[in-house]
Each structure stands twice: as structure tokens, then as C-alpha cells.
């Protein structure tokens, strides 16, 4: 925020935390009865899903761009 990145494994962790959130209220809501909100809910929760794997690519991605750097710098 305010021009700094968050790093992906932090958004990784997050993501996936606020999934099992809405994933949890999502379950709730529709054995509750109230299935708007768990649908809702739960479009939340897969939204956080592939917000975590992006970020899990990124990292990997990240890691990738490091080792062929360090690799071209050695020779």
C-alpha cells in the first residue's frame, strides 16, 4: 500500500485465512437456511482461493527469477 508491495507469501496466508473464513460462513448460512448469503459467501471463499494460488505462483515465479539471476551472475 502507498507504492510498497506485500509480499506474496504474506498475501498467500491471508488469502487463504480469509477463504476458510468465508468458506465456514458460507457452510453455515446454507445449512442455515439462508442461501443468498452462502452464496455469497462462498463466491467470496473461491475468490480467496485463487487469490492464494496467484500469490503462490508469484512466489514461486519469484524464486525462479532469483536463481537464473544468481546463475548468470557466477558465469
Known amino acids: ?5 506485500v509480499p506474496p507469501h504474506i498475501v ?9 473464513l468465508c468458506g465456514w460462513a458460507a457452510y453455515a448460512a446454507l445449512t442455515g437456511g439462508r442461501t443468498v ?3 455469497v459467501a462462498a463466491l467470496f471463499a473461491v475468490w480467496f482461493v485463487v487469490d492464494a494460488v496467484r500469490s503462490y505462483s508469484w512466489a514461486q515465479n519469484r524464486k ?3 536463481a537464473e539471476k544468481a546463475a548468470q551472475s557466477r558465469k
Open 1 to 5: 500500500m502507498f507504492g510498497r508491495r
Open 12 to 20: 498467500f496466508l491471508l488469502s487463504l485465512l480469509l477463504a476458510a
Open 37 to 39: 448469503w452462502g452464496v
Open 64 to 66: 525462479q527469477l532469483e
